[in-house]
């Protein structure tokens, strides 16, 4: 493309040449606009993969015209800039050093004593346990999911969750089996209430690392913490076996994920803001859904 823009206004005279490299050099201004906003700056950026789109049509026209119009290069170029600000999704981190200190903390925890456990554990239970041990759990929290469904307005999905945890509680013995799943078809929903929260307007909000949980925005932490009301675990009495039984949970689930943090980490060039973006965008699909 480039090659044949080039061909096409080699034999213009120099206004023509000085107007194409003013559109040329107007494009490649909005690439180092977006390639600048990095995270590091204390925001994190998620753009489309259709962005290129816009530039290439950009370049076309520019090509394809024997004198370009500068006046419609700049028509262009405040609608490719106002395109490119609509599709970016941005997260404040304004506590980033207290951030970091935390992430380095949960590392540190993750490789002395998260992950030797989860190891040791994974080598003591068989995988069909792990996974009965998962589903009970699952199931257990019917009760977040169910009444996230009705705040969002997802009826059918409430009702699909209601239908899983009657079946799944009597067919599948407390849960322990999935026979809603496996043979009805029934996939499990996941909503929570930061979902909600972002579902009637409310934004990410800052960016936090809490200990131990790891990653999550003030929106996901306040929804956090109003889905532990509707936890059953929570109500179990005393304090110690409540943390017992969570404790249990997140081991379970941590053994089918061992070695995937490290895969994630080794392939990082800033693992913190890695983290960060992958977070961020991850909670955005879960939302879209």
């Not at 936090?208 to 109500?235: E, K, M, W």
Request: net charge negative.
């Amino acid at each position: 493309m480039a090659l044949k823009g080039l061909d096409m206004i080699t034999n213009k005279d120099n206004v023509g040449l000085l107007n194409v490299v003013l559109v040329i050099l107007a494009v490649a201004s909005v690439g180092c606009a977006v390639s600048e906003k990095t995270p590091s700056s204390g925001l994190v950026v998620e753009a489309s993969s259709n962005e290129q789109q816009p530039l290439t049509d950009a370049n076309s026209v520019s090509s394809a015209s024997d004198e370009p119009d500068k006046g419609l290069a700049d028509d262009e170029f405040d609608l490719l800039d106002e395109e490119l600000t609509k599709r970016m999704v941005e997260v404040a981190d304004p506590l980033e050093p207290l951030n970091r200190m935390m992430y380095g903390i949960n590392d540190i925890l993750y490789f002395w004593v998260a992950k030797p456990i989860a190891q040791v554990y994974r080598d003591v239970a068989p995988q069909p346990i792990r996974i009965g041990i998962r589903n009970f759990f699952n199931n257990l929290t019917t009760p977040i999911r169910f009444v996230n469904c009705h705040l969002q307005g997802k009826v059918k999905s409430a009702d699909r969750e209601l239908e899983r945890f009657l079946i799944n509680t009597t067919s599948g013995i407390l849960g322990f089996g999935d026979p809603a799943r496996d043979k009805m078809g029934l996939e499990p929903v996941e909503e929570d209430l930061g979902q909600t929260l972002a579902v009637h307007g409310f934004g990410n909000g800052l960016y936090i690392v809490l200990p131990l949980l790891g990653p999550s925005t003030l929106r996901d932490t306040v929804g956090f913490v109003g889905d532990q009301f509707l936890n059953p675990a929570r109500y179990v009495e005393p304090l110690e076996v409540s943390i017992g039984i969570s404790g249990v949970k997140v081991t379970n689930e941590g053994s089918f994920h061992i070695g995937e943090y490290e895969d994630f980490k080794s392939a990082a060039i800033d693992p913190y803001v890695a983290m960060r973006q992958a977070y961020i965008q991850y909670r955005k699909k879960q939302i879209q859904e």
